[in-house]
């Protein structure tokens, strides 16, 4: 596993501590973008990593109608991210807009389909999202809806990882944050490995954010992963 598996979790609400951290850790080359920070900061957040040269997560996780999904991926494809999030649960024919209308861009993001979310755990999918399903078919369930309407790739939690590479095969992306390195504390996220644990089972990227981002140091943190990952 590389450094350049990792995408770090840019949680923070403004401009400035963005820039700051960004600024502060050279070595990371993917960040994600999500929901706190572009719409406390706005879209200049991503330029701003571009003139830096880093490869961008927008993490908006659209989550409408067919023709709102549509629209919400196609102003999202302007800024020429590499990756883009939408949930599954939006239903087939939104994913099949979003992925057709993506495919003749000439710079288009790679859409990654949420499965379930990894804060989400059995009993809460059983007795407050009324899903009879186990996690695991959950979200192999989710994920195959997503591929066979084009979609490029899932977000699930690293404990899923396996059963998903084996029935998506080999080219479909999988993603998966709710990864903790041993040393740090799993906080709102229930269905966690380590980062190598996720990448050893099949996915081609981890997202990682406090562990490394609410560091006091997060130099030392990000140093620390990187050596987890090198053993
Ligand atoms: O789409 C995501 O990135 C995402 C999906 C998911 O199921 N779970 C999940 O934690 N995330 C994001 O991944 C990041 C995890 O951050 P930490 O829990 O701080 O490592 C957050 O920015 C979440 O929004």
């Not at 994920?143 to 080219?171: F, H, M, T, W, Y």
Request: hydrophobic letters at 45%; aromatic letters at 4%; charged letters at 20%.
């Amino acid at each position: 596993m590389t450094p350049d598996q990792v995408i770090v979790a840019l949680d923070v609400p403004d401009l400035p501590k963005a820039i700051a951290l960004v600024d502060r850790l050279p070595g990371v080359n993917f960040w994600k973008v999500g929901l706190e920070l572009f719409v406390g900061a706005g879209p200049g957040v991503l330029a701003e990593l571009k003139d830096r040269g880093k490869r961008i997560f927008l993490d908006l996780k659209f989550h409408d109608i067919p023709n709102t999904v549509l629209g919400a991926c196609l102003s999202a494809s302007r800024y020429e991210v590499d990756l883009l999030t939408l949930h599954a649960t939006a239903g087939s024919q939104a994913l099949t807009l979003a992925a057709q209308a993506m495919a003749p861009l000439e710079h288009p993001p790679k859409l990654l389909a949420i499965t379930l979310l990894t804060s989400i755990g059995d009993r809460q999918l059983r007795e407050e999202l009324q899903q009879p399903l186990a996690v695991e078919d959950y979200v192999s369930a989710m994920a195959q809806l997503a591929q066979n309407a084009g979609i490029d790739g899932a977000v699930c939690s690293p404990q899923e990882v396996a059963k998903l590479r084996q029935i998506c095969g080999p080219d479909f992306l999988l993603v998966t944050p709710g990864v903790r390195p041993l040393w740090s504390a799993q906080g709102d996220q229930q269905r966690v490995t380590t980062p190598s644990q996720a990448i050893a089972a099949g996915a081609n990227y981890v997202v990682i954010g406090r562990p490394i981002t609410a560091d006091p140091n997060p130099e030392a943190a990000w140093e620390r992963l990187c050596q987890d990952l090198a053993v």
